[in-house]
């Protein structure tokens, strides 16, 4: 298999943990909101995105679908909460080997790029503590669709433009720690990486087809084929 043209990387649970602080956020915006301060893990699994996860929220919490006006407030109060939980959070981490695979791919001309269920302004709240926002030109997130494959596509067609050169998705790796992540990476034509960093275990993600499971971004990565 030839090296990979782009890798997009998954955030929560394959490059960092923020130690609970999105849950803490919606939290919080429900509570400031509604009067409710609603678990979110109730309502979700791994791997949905954001506008996802507050609609689910939303109706099992008020009691009806929000309208476009509510969906807007409580993700607005989501986002204003972010910042404050992630920089606070004593559970906040880099997951092992993530800061130098990240770099050396870098160096090497692979391009980077993440694909997150989570909507562009998060991701990039989560891994600015980090500092892993340089590393990242473009993307795709829960803000372009509520799909995981039509995320991945956008992620895609924006590398594309980025080199000048369309990307064939053939040649692209997506890296993450959910059934969700491998699903999406091939929906949308692509090889399927996955870490057991998150909150699945090496031998479900095994049985979910990806190309490669790693037990951490400090195993060999597998950009060679």
């Not at 993307?139 to 991945?152: A, K, M, N, Q």
Request: glycine share 12%; with cysteine; charged share 25%.
């Amino acid at each position: 298999m030839a090296r990979p043209r782009a890798i997009l990387f998954d955030v929560d649970g394959t490059l960092i943990s923020t130690g609970g602080a999105g849950a803490r956020s919606w939290r919080y915006a429900f509570d400031e909101l509604h009067g409710i301060p609603a678990d979110i893990g109730q309502f979700s699994d791994a791997g949905m995105t954001d506008p996802t996860v507050a609609r689910l929220t939303f109706k099992a919490a008020v009691g009806h679908d929000p309208s476009p006006t509510e969906l807007a407030t409580v993700m607005a109060a989501y986002l204003d909460r972010l910042p404050f939980e992630v920089e606070h959070s004593d559970g906040y981490r880099v997951l092992d080997g993530a800061e130098d695979i990240l770099r050396r791919l870098g160096r090497e001309g692979i391009l980077l790029g993440i694909t997150s269920g989570a909507v562009e302004a998060a991701a990039h709240i989560k891994l600015a503590r980090a500092g892993f926002n340089r590393y990242f030109p473009f993307g795709g997130y829960g803000s372009d669709s509520p799909d995981r494959v039509e995320l991945t596509r956008c992620a895609i067609a924006r590398g594309g433009r980025l080199i000048g050169e369309e990307l064939d998705p053939a040649h692209v790796f997506v890296v993450g720690d959910t059934p969700k992540d491998v699903e999406a990476a091939h929906g949308a034509g692509c090889k399927a990486v996955a870490t057991a960093t998150g909150h699945y275990s090496r031998e479900e993600l095994e049985k979910t087809g990806a190309e490669w499971v790693l037990g951490s971004l400090r195993e060999p990565f597998p950009e060679a084929g």
